[in-house]
């Protein structure tokens, strides 16, 4: 979905914010990615790998590609070519390979190897922007961050939770709305749910245990 295409909806009553959460969390206080990694390095390379990609697709070529190269130093004397030959099955393999082999070279020399924990230094590495920073300040460093994906940004407009026309906008309205103690876990609740539930053609509405509290007024209902 483009930003800024879903159908303005009404906005959801700050008092039901909670409630609606609570309701798709599904008692998972605790929720994972289902992204494949032992290290913070693996999951940062997974995110990068991730754009335009499916999680499945990404966990089946790092599979071997973490195996063949699990830290930064092996990536990189691994190569562009190396990493470009185990991950061709998806989607801008070319400039993720060029990334990837880039963004371990920049860890080794300015961070020792290790993941930094601050956006700003994220940020600055190849391949790694807003987006990706997030995902790895709220898995790795358990930061209250808001990784606006396609899923995020649609639950955010089409339930009313934080209605916007940018995943930027989307991000700052959950972090005004969510209440403070529910903002790490709510990230991997709404990407879940988006993925599984509150579907981009057809949302299963009848099943959506969060449907009470949800603002669409255009509810799809089984028959």
């Known amino acids: 979905m483009t930003p800024g295409k879903e159908k303005k909806q009404r906005m959801m009553k700050r008092a039901d914010v909670r409630a609606f959460l609570e309701a798709i969390a599904g008692g998972n206080a605790d929720p994972r990615t289902e992204l494949d990694y032992e290290t913070p390095y ?30 930064p130093q092996a990536m990189v004397a691994l190569g562009e070519e190396g990493i470009a030959r185990r991950i061709r099955s998806i989607g801008l393999w070319q400039a993720k390979a060029k990334n990837v082999a880039l963004l371990s070279q920049q860890l080794l020399e300015r961070h020792g190897g290790v993941v930094p924990g601050a956006r700003e230094a994220l940020e600055a590495l190849p391949g790694v922007g807003r987006k990706t920073a997030n995902v790895v300040l709220n898995e790795v460093f358990g930061q209250p961050t808001m990784a606006v994906d396609t899923h995020i940004f649609r639950l955010g407009n089409r339930t009313g939770l934080a209605p916007g026309a940018t995943p930027r906008a989307v991000e700052d309205a959950l972090l005004r709305r969510i209440p403070k103690d529910m903002l790490k876990p709510a990230h991997l609740w709404l990407i879940l749910h988006g993925r599984y539930v509150c579907k981009a053609r057809a949302p299963e509405c009848w099943r959506c245990p969060g449907a009470a509290y949800c603002a669409y007024d255009e509810k799809i209902l089984r028959t």
């Open 42 to 71: 693996q999951l940062l390379v997974a995110v990068v790998l991730s754009a335009q990609a499916t999680d499945v697709s990404v966990n089946r070529v790092t599979k071997t590609l973490f195996a063949d190269a699990p830290t």
